[in-house]
């Protein structure tokens, strides 16, 4: 199975601010790497996939970059509804493994 | 728009076989390009990817869980079921099922539609 780290575990922001989360994968993965967001007792959603590709909906303050094993999600100018847990996922090859997620609270 | 609904027992015996259904409402269910998935979160922990099926019955499981899982589809009723038989307690989680689809461009796939969840406590 492919492995996928994400960095920082949890992070403290403000509204306003701008984040970044790092995702890693155990071997090179070309651009098939996904981020959801997760709110307390809600399913995930869709963010970004294949890497760059902002999902329909989602506020262009959210983008991601990356290709092979490493990925950024940047989020600029956050949002009080930003404040979340997300999720990296690889889909290159199945099982399509997530990151152990990144918890955002507020500072 | 596309909803999935799962449905299922939601208190399970250790040892007993753990049985779910996802209703996938929409018209999508018998389109060409989008597998079918389960997934699963034990509370307050991380996604696991349990596996997927096409409407083919082409299936992709979770080495992890292969042993004792199945994933069934019925296409004349829009549905698609998890089979995870032996249960233990490591087994309680969240269970969603949820839409696979293909990205446009390089075709990157990705997870677009989900269930809302439905808790399953493995206990006696």
């Known amino acids: 199975d492919i492995q996928m780290t994400q960095s920082p575990s949890s992070l403290s922001a403000s509204v306003g601010d701008r984040v970044t989360i790092t995702c890693r994968a155990s071997q090179s993965i070309s651009i098939f790497l996904n981020w959801y967001q997760q709110k307390p007792g809600k399913a995930p959603k869709l963010l970004i996939y294949t890497a760059s590709s902002l999902q329909s909906g989602v506020p262009s303050r959210f983008s991601g970059s990356g290709s092979g094993t490493d990925f950024i999600l940047n989020i600029s100018n956050l949002q009080p509804e930003d404040f979340a847990t997300y999720y990296c996922q690889q889909s290159f090859r199945t099982p399509f493994t997530f990151g152990p997620g990144t918890k955002m609270d507020f500072k | 728009q596309v909803q999935l609904q799962e449905s299922g027992p939601r208190l399970v015996k250790p040892s007993q076989t753990l049985s779910l259904t996802c209703t996938v409402s929409g018209d999508s269910f018998n389109s060409g390009t989008y597998y079918w998935t389960w997934i699963r979160q034990p509370a307050g922990k991380g996604l696991e990817w349990i596996g997927r099926?096409?409407?083919?019955?082409?299936?992709n499981y979770n080495p992890s869980l292969k042993s004792r899982v199945t994933i069934s589809v019925d296409t004349s009723r829009n549905q698609f079921s998890l089979r995870l038989n032996s249960v233990t307690a490591a087994d309680t989680a969240v269970y969603y099922c949820?839409?696979?689809?293909?990205?446009?461009?390089?075709?990157?796939?990705?997870?677009?539609?989900w269930g809302q969840g439905i808790l399953v406590t493995v206990s006696s």
């Open positions: 099926i096409y409407t083919s019955g082409n299936t």
């Open positions: 949820a839409r696979d689809a293909l990205g446009l461009g390089v075709g990157g796939r990705h997870i677009d539609y």
